[in-house]
């Protein structure tokens, strides 16, 4: 994958960080996108470290005009960019009768319309190209309906049925579209943040899973960086459930 350019979004931190070291341990060239600079540097700064090959660029994925403008820096950089890793994302937990319109449209601004500009404004390199990989950050509450994350969780209901939509539209130009839908990952930014607003102490939700613990950022890493192989070309439309074995897929 050595002559391959990646972009992460939300790489400045948990999954996204695990996500863009992998890809460049794989031999990419990778943008590290994330509206927190400082941070994504940091990511940058250590893959460099390693021997890879990493700019760090500040954008919020809902702005049109800073990924148009974070794309066109790391295509300068780096060249055409034909893997996207769709992972930033944010998340909230409230009751649903007290979910305003401000916190419903919040997420689904950065979740799903995120999502959309982003890809839509990488696209045109892997159309060029004819090959590319487009992998989306969705939720395994999105599979199981998730207690007081109406918003979040359906949002990621939305990114699979998207990531469904996109596989069909183009797979014909050789590009494939799949998510993954983390179970409970832990040393996130996010999953620390909530930790205390688990309704069931974790210690119980360790005893449901079949593996026996909970996941980290590198054990969705390693199926990103399987997706965006190209032995898997023909491995399109899925939802690829990464949860130790806690929900089937
Ligand atoms: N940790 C889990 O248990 C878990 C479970 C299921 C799904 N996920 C999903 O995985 C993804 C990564 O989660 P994480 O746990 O690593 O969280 P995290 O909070 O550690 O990382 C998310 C990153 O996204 C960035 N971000 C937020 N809004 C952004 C925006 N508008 N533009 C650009 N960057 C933005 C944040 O700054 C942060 O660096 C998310 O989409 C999340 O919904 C996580």
């Given at each position: 994958?050595?002559?391959?350019?990646?972009?992460?979004t939300?790489?400045a931190?948990?999954?996204?960080?695990?996500?863009?070291?992998?890809?460049?341990?794989?031999?990419?060239?990778?943008?590290?996108?994330?509206?927190?600079?400082?941070?994504?540097?940091?990511?940058?700064?250590?893959i460099?470290?390693?021997g890879?090959?990493?700019?760090?660029?500040?954008?919020?994925i809902?702005?049109?005009?800073?990924?148009?403008?974070?794309?066109?820096?790391?295509r300068?950089?780096?060249?055409?960019?034909?893997?996207?890793?769709?992972?930033?994302?944010?998340?909230?937990?409230?009751?649903?009768?007290?979910?305003?319109?401000?916190?419903?449209?919040?997420?689904?601004?950065?979740?799903?319309?995120?999502?959309?500009?982003?890809?839509?404004?990488?696209?045109?390199?892997?159309?060029?190209?004819?090959?590319g990989?487009?992998?989306?950050?969705?939720?395994?509450?999105?599979?199981?309906?998730s207690?007081?994350?109406?918003?979040?969780?359906?949002?990621?209901?939305?990114?699979?049925?998207?990531?469904r939509?996109?596989?069909?539209?183009l797979g014909?130009?050789?590009?494939?579209?799949?998510?993954?839908?983390?179970?409970v990952?832990?040393?996130?930014?996010m999953?620390?943040?909530?930790?205390e607003?688990?309704?069931?102490?974790?210690?119980?939700?360790?005893?449901?899973i079949?593996?026996?613990?909970?996941?980290?950022?590198?054990?969705?890493?390693?199926?990103?960086?399987?997706?965006?192989?190209?032995?898997?070309?023909?491995?399109?439309g899925?939802t690829?459930?990464?949860?130790?074995?806690?929900?089937?897929?």
């Amino acid at each position: 994958m050595t002559n391959k350019t990646a972009l992460v979004t939300g790489a400045a931190s948990g999954i996204g960080k695990a996500c863009a070291k992998r890809l460049a341990r794989d031999g990419m060239a990778v943008g590290v996108v994330d509206i927190l600079l400082d941070d994504a540097q940091r990511t940058a700064d250590e893959i460099n470290a390693e021997g890879g090959r990493a700019i760090a660029v500040q954008a919020s994925i809902a702005d049109r005009g800073q990924v148009a403008a974070a794309v066109s820096r790391i295509r300068k950089e780096f060249g055409p960019i034909t893997v996207l890793v769709n992972n930033a994302g944010i998340t909230d937990t409230t009751p649903f009768l007290d979910v305003t319109d401000e916190l419903w449209e919040r997420i689904y601004e950065v979740n799903v319309k995120g999502t959309f500009i982003m890809t839509q404004v990488v696209l045109p390199d892997m159309i060029a190209a004819g090959w590319g990989r487009i992998v989306n950050m969705s939720s395994s509450s999105a599979q199981t309906g998730s207690a007081l994350m109406a918003p979040y969780s359906s949002s990621k209901g939305a990114i699979i049925t998207l990531t469904r939509t996109l596989a069909a539209e183009l797979g014909p130009l050789g590009i494939t579209v799949n998510n993954i839908p983390p179970g409970v990952v832990m040393n996130t930014v996010m999953s620390e943040a909530n930790k205390e607003k688990f309704p069931i102490p974790l210690e119980t939700v360790r005893s449901m899973i079949p593996v026996r613990r909970t996941g980290e950022p590198d054990d969705i890493a390693n199926a990103c960086s399987w997706l965006c192989l190209e032995a898997t070309g023909y491995v399109t439309g899925q939802t690829i459930g990464v949860n130790g074995g806690r929900i089937p897929s």
